[in-house]
């Protein structure tokens, strides 16, 4: 067991090294696995830009050009992903890396003019989705009001399943937080690539 915690140990600062590197400047990621270094930059009233280091002109960052991309400026990994029900890949913030990946889609409401020229304050949702392919996540919570909470759940259950007694000890906690989720699905990541490694 020490020898698996002293393994674990060494591949986190080897992993947080070479992140902590590459995450000092903005980059983007081709579909054939290429990593371009360069500028990021948002258009008043225009999609994410990239100019490549050394390049002139800037293309526009779409998930028909790239897998994914990070923004030194705000120190965040967007992805993109096909969501339950979409027909097209969309951006998400990448909340989780490993085995399972998690991801968070915020969708801001604007507010309304109502009777007697009272403004509605608007609001963000938050959703969060979960899986071992970017291509087929399930949603696994929500800040919404609507859907099915069970089937929620359910999804979460089977990401975690494979592994008995770490569904076990979820369903001993009774809490469906965010922050629980997040912490199970590091656990699953950690044993994974750890412990399951170890024993093999």
């Known amino acids: 067991m020490k020898k698996i915690f002293i393994n674990a140990a060494f591949t986190l600062v080897v992993l947080l090294f070479c992140v ?3 995450a000092q400047q903005d980059y983007v990621v081709t579909f054939t696995g290429d990593t371009l270094y360069g500028k990021i930059k948002k258009p ?5 830009k990239f100019q490549e280091k050394g390049k002139k002109e800037s293309t526009s960052i779409t998930p028909e050009a790239y897998t994914e991309y ?3 400026k705000d120190s965040i990994h967007y992805v993109a992903v096909m969501l339950p029900g979409a027909s097209k890949s969309q951006f998400l913030e990448r909340v989780v890396y490993g085995k399972i990946q998690m991801f ?5 409401s604007p507010g309304a003019m109502g ?3 009272t403004m509605t304050a608007g609001y963000s949702t938050a959703s969060w989705y979960a899986g071992f392919n970017t291509n087929q996540l399930l949603e696994i919570k929500t800040s919404g009001l609507w859907g099915s909470r069970s089937k929620r759940e359910k999804n979460f259950d089977s990401l975690i399943s494979s592994y008995p007694e770490l ?3 979820f369903k001993k906690e009774k809490d469906f937080s965010f922050e629980m989720l997040k912490s199970y699905i590091r656990k699953y990541n950690y044993y994974y690539e750890h412990i399951k490694k170890e024993a093999e």
């Open 20 to 22: 902590s590197l590459k």
């Open 44 to 48: 008043l009233l225009d999609a994410f």
């Open 70 to 72: 990070y923004r030194a």
């Open 104 to 108: 968070v889609k915020v969708t801001n």
């Open 115 to 117: 009777p007697g020229v």
């Open 167 to 169: 569904l076990e000890d």
